[in-house]
């Protein structure tokens, strides 16, 4: 969307090296979750982090893959030509029932 077109409206010479570049990562200091985890967390009372505690177990529970993704986001990435909307995919699913 936005971000694609600002991309092409970068002046030619900049519009490749934006491209190929890889985003800086943040510091770990500056991320919201180091900053602020502990002054949150001890402000919680016991049910709250029962709580926390269920929804962070249901998280890995239901995203077991989250952290190897983090770790590792290019095992996840496929080919745009790979890329089947859901309503093509039903498309193709009708179709083999129909054939049968």
Do not use: T
Not at 16 to 45: D, G, K
Not at 74 to 99: D, T, Y
């Amino acid at each position: 969307g936005r971000m694609w077109r600002a991309l092409q409206q970068l002046p030619e010479d900049l519009y490749e090296e934006a491209v190929q570049s890889r985003p800086e990562a943040v510091p770990e200091p500056l991320l919201f979750h180091q900053r602020y985890s502990s002054e949150i967390f001890e402000n919680l009372n016991e049910e709250e982090r029962r709580r926390l505690q269920v929804f962070q177990n249901l998280m890995y529970v239901r995203y077991p893959h989250a952290a190897e993704k983090a770790r590792n986001p290019e095992k996840f990435w496929i080919p745009e030509n790979q890329i089947v909307s859901r309503q093509k995919e039903a498309a193709m699913m009708k179709m083999k029932i129909k054939k049968r």
